[in-house]
């Protein structure tokens, strides 16, 4: 399934939310300085890529699906680009000052993917990981969307805990310093936009295509019944945690 949105690779960038500044902010701020080369796991299209570049530092980008790589080096001419999925890429002997990962720890591998982050980073690296959770800003709006994804697709998905992967990446006992942080921010979507942004979810790239236009035309009704808006109550969580030295 991590490369299931090579298949919308070209609108993906267009619809999904981007990052706010205080991401890098942040990140820069626990590292205290530039880090001499950063290397960004699971980069898709280069959402987060952009962000990660306005550090500073040289930034490697390690992407599985050959599809959203193309379109991250066209984008993103700046940084390397390999084509690997990252429990096959090789870290330089002496490992990476800086490893982040957005919107993508979920994809690897759940067996390895803190020893390896932990083997991939120099002693006193960083680790950032981040990812956003979807809500709504009205709670009716929210209820009238779940009641259309449902009238069409009864079969109910629960996402995990908003901010799982700090407590796996804690219990882990491989970081020292583990923090999470936590941002806010409203999106507001035409009809149109929301139903760019629900076609790149991977539980709607996972349904047969008439189904998926069914999904769509029901959505869509309902951000229409809204007067053509929804607002997304955007919820983005950054989990930062060290090598010990």
Do not use: K, N
Not at 2 to 16: I, K, L, P
Not at 70 to 80: F, G, I, K, N, Q
Not at 98 to 125: N, Q, S
Not at 148 to 172: K, N, Q
């Amino acid at each position: 399934m991590a490369t299931v949105f090579g298949e919308v690779a070209g609108s993906y960038d267009e619809a999904r939310p981007g990052y706010p500044p205080a991401v890098a902010e942040a990140i820069l701020a626990y590292h205290r300085e530039v880090p001499r080369r950063l290397v960004e796991v699971g980069a898709g299209t280069g959402l987060a890529t952009a962000l990660l570049a306005g550090l500073g530092a040289p930034v490697t980008c390690v992407e599985p699906d050959p599809r959203m790589a193309a379109v991250l080096a066209a984008r993103h001419p700046e940084v390397e680009v390999v084509v690997a999925p990252f429990e096959e890429w090789t870290p330089p002997p002496g490992g990476v000052p800086a490893l982040a990962c957005a919107m993508a720890w979920h994809w690897l591998d759940p067996a390895t993917r803190c020893r390896r982050a932990h083997d991939a980073l120099a002693p006193g690296g960083t680790l950032a990981v981040l990812a956003h959770r979807y809500d709504y800003v009205d709670p009716a709006q929210g209820a009238a969307l779940r009641a259309a994804f449902e009238s069409v697709d009864p079969d109910r998905r629960t996402d995990p805990r908003e901010g799982w992967f700090g407590e796996e990446i804690a219990a882990s006992g491989l970081f020292v310093d583990v923090r999470t942080e936590s941002l806010r921010r409203p999106v507001p979507l035409t009809t149109a936009a929301y139903q760019r942004l629900v076609s790149t979810f991977s539980p709607q790239l996972r349904r047969p295509p008439e189904l998926r236009e069914r999904v769509l035309a029901a959505v869509g009704a309902a951000v229409d019944g809204f007067g053509g808006t929804v607002t997304l109550d955007l919820r983005t969580t950054l989990v930062l945690a060290r090598r010990p030295r």
